[in-house]
């Protein structure tokens, strides 16, 4: 009955807290900077241990670990092309640093740090920067005629250089909304039927089988958010090879 | 997802270094298959995947709604700042908000639209 007169309280999962006792609290190590220590720990053990054994026919690990490396090879030189290489060791980082952040973030008592507007728009904006360092560095300045597609009316420029600014800065907003948005979407949902399951569940008999629904498709939503995890990893990580494939190519 | 590009026959550099190896194997593989016709040509679906790009992993129409809502939305909010701050720094209160606002509006329907557009012909 203690559970009673709370509201649903969905949002206190994100707040940040100390972690490492006394340390973490005098250096402000919160858990989201420990699960960020942790997922780069996982992602370079997955490596290191599954490049370890050589074998020929891989085990699960190493077919793991190749999976990873050729699957994101693929993707930067099929949307870059083949200079696509040079960008590979970026988009890799960056694909497993979203995709271990909102794994991580499915465990019991972890914590997601890809659901903070503050750490998907430091990887959003550095993105961006080096997307537009690399247009820069290989352009030029002949970078610039980006905002103006060949082609079009030249009385019109007015117009749609402002608008294709404007359309190139909203770019790390919105993927860096696109990824907040979803992560913190599917947690509130997750943790506002999990509290209607112990609220129905403490309303007697009758709501020990009420809350049998709600229970139901919270375990459809684990499903569902294991599969937004991968996507969202997925988009991230090819959003930045199409936008690194304007900036090597150019319109 | 990506599996589905398998087929893009694109000319790679072979001579691109000790990791360029496997995937030209694969290319030489493919391409063989295909001039002994164990592998269907799939260059039209490879052409319309190449172009889109990131249509061909968003199926679920969910997926796409929000792509589209983030995409008008977030060139809208940045227009909307940028109109803002130089109107505080110029002193033309309202007038570059009102513009850029219309402005924004203008580039989240061109985020939208490249988003949507059928794929542009491969000559550029």
Redesign the interface.
């Known amino acids: 009955m203690a559970a009673q007169g709370q509201a649903i309280d969905a949002l206190s999962q994100f707040t940040l807290t100390p972690a490492l006792g006394v340390v973490g609290s005098s250096v402000n190590f919160t858990q989201a900077n420990l699960f960020m220590v942790i997922a780069g720990l996982l992602t370079i053990g997955m490596l290191v241990l599954g490049a370890k054994p050589r074998a020929i026919v891989p085990g699960r690990l190493q077919a793991l670990a190749e999976l990873a490396y050729?699957?994101i090879?693929?993707?930067c030189?099929?949307?870059i092309?083949?200079e696509g290489?040079s960008y590979f060791p970026f988009v890799f980082t960056l694909f497993f640093f979203v995709l271990m952040g909102n794994l991580l973030g499915m465990l019991p008592w972890a914590f997601t740090y890809t659901s903070h507007i503050a750490v998907t728009m430091a990887l959003a904006l550095l993105v961006i920067t080096v997307v537009t360092v690399v247009a820069l560095r290989i352009h030029g300045l002949h970078f610039f005629s980006y905002f103006f597609p060949p082609g079009a009316p030249k009385a019109l420029a007015p117009?749609i250089i402002?608008?294709?600014v404007?359309?190139y800065?909203?770019r790390p907003?919105?993927l860096s909304?696109?990824l907040f948005?979803?992560m913190v979407a599917g947690h509130v949902m997750l943790k506002v039927f999990a509290t209607f399951v112990v609220m129905m569940a403490g309303a007697g008999t009758i709501g020990v089988i009420g809350a049998a629904a709600p229970l139901a498709l919270n375990v459809i939503l684990i499903g569902f958010e294991f599969l937004v995890a991968f996507?969202q990893a997925?988009?991230f990580a090819?959003?930045t090879c199409?936008y690194l494939h304007d900036s090597v190519h150019l319109? | 997802m990506s599996e589905e590009r398998d087929a893009i026959d694109r000319p790679r550099d072979v001579s691109s270094g000790p990791a360029g190896q496997g995937s030209s194997f694969e290319d030489r593989l493919s391409a063989a298959r295909r001039k002994q016709g164990l592998e269907a040509p799939r260059q039209d679906e490879a052409a319309a995947n190449a172009g889109v790009g990131l249509s061909a992993s968003q199926g679920s129409a969910l997926g796409m709604g929000m792509r589209v809502g983030i995409e008008l939305v977030s060139a809208l909010a940045v227009a909307v700042a940028i109109g803002w701050f130089l109107d505080g720094w110029l002193g033309t209160r309202p007038w570059l908000l009102m513009l850029f606002f219309v402005l924004g509006g203008a580039a989240g329907v061109a985020n939208v639209w490249r988003l949507v557009s059928p794929p542009k012909p491969p000559a550029k």
Do not use: C, F, W
Request: proline fraction near 6%.
């Open positions: 050729e699957n090879l693929k993707m030189t099929d949307q092309g083949p290489r117009l402002p608008v294709e404007i359309s800065l909203s907003l919105s909304v696109r948005a979803n996507l997925y988009v090819i959003l199409i319109h």
